[in-house]
Nanobody, 126 residues
Framework: QVRLAESGGGLAQTGGSLRLSCAATGFAFRGNTMGWFRQAPGKEREFVAVRTWSLLMRSTTTYRDSVKGRFSISRDNAENTVYLQMNNLEPEDTALYYC????????????????WGQGTTVTVSS
């Protein structure tokens, strides 16, 4: 059974940083894709970042334009955990952040993802 558990959300000031974690059980990164999505109050869920690993564990990463240069994905293979490092936060980053997983190739569409965490809230004050 696949389970994704996010943590690390909280309150930050504009320009601050937070690191979100997503611990995956029952799901291997090799050959698969992990993504981060977010949903602000009153808005639809949107893509934030996604990383895909080949069978040789080479990775490709895609970020939405508004977070490029500020957010980055990394992994701890031993812990089977994916991180989203968020720097230079802006009030527009305030949202419920979800970790998601899908088998196979990369996608930025939430509907393509098979497994979801419960979400962690990020609030950025101005």
């Amino acid at each position: 059974q696949v389970r994704l558990a996010e943590s690390g959300g909280g309150l930050a000031q504009t320009g601050g940083s937070l690191r979100l974690s997503c611990a995956a059980t029952g799901f291997a990164f090799r050959g698969n894709t992990m993504g981060w999505f977010r949903q602000a109050p009153g808005k639809e869920r949107e893509f934030v970042a996604v990383r895909t690993w080949s069978l040789l564990m080479r990775s490709t990463t895609t970020y939405r334009d508004s977070v490029k240069g500020r957010f980055s994905i990394s992994r701890d293979n031993a812990e089977n955990t994916v991180y989203l490092q968020m720097n230079n936060l802006e009030p527009e980053d305030t949202a419920l952040y979800y970790c998601a997983a899908k088998r196979g190739a990369s996608s930025s569409y939430a509907t393509d993802f098979d497994f979801w965490g419960q979400g962690t809230t990020v609030t950025v004050s101005s």
